[in-house]
């Protein structure tokens, strides 16, 4: 069974930054991408980044983070990453990981999620 579990959120001011984590356990070996992904309240849930975990690739939905935050893998330790720098207070949210296989959609049934780590930054 697919496991994952996020970390590293909390509480910062504006301009400071976060590293979550996401630790994946289980059958993951047809993986195809992982993403994180975010929902501040009362606000749907919208997709941050994603990572092909065989190339590498790395694609960023909001062009708002670009620049700021990094997505990146560490394979052998099974951890989807994303550093979070410069924050602003409209990144508030709380950040999900996921993993779909290829052929899904992200707004499938089947993909895994994590439960997710707040993210709260003040002004």
């Known amino acids: 069974q697919v496991r994952l579990v996020e970390s590293g959120g909390g509480s910062v001011q504006a301009g400071g930054s976060l590293r979550l984590s996401c630790l994946v356990s289980?059958?993951?070996?047809?993986?195809?991408?992982m993403g994180w992904f975010r929902q501040g309240q009362g606000k749907e849930r919208e997709k941050v980044a994603d990572?092909?975990?065989?190339?590498?690739?790395?694609?960023y939905a909001i062009s708002s983070v670009e620049g700021r935050f990094t997505i990146s893998q560490d394979r052998p330790k099974n951890t989807l990453y994303l550093l979070m720098t410069q924050l602003k207070p409209e990144d508030t949210a709380m950040y999900y990981c996921?993993?779909?296989?290829?052929?899904?959609?992200?707004?499938?049934?089947?993909?895994?999620w994590g439960q997710g780590t707040q993210v709260t930054v003040s002004s």
């Open positions: 996921a993993a779909r296989r290829f052929g899904q959609l992200w707004h499938e049934a089947g993909v895994n």
């Open positions: 289980g059958d993951t070996d047809d993986f195809y991408e």
């Open positions: 990572i092909n975990v065989r190339s590498g690739n790395q694609y």
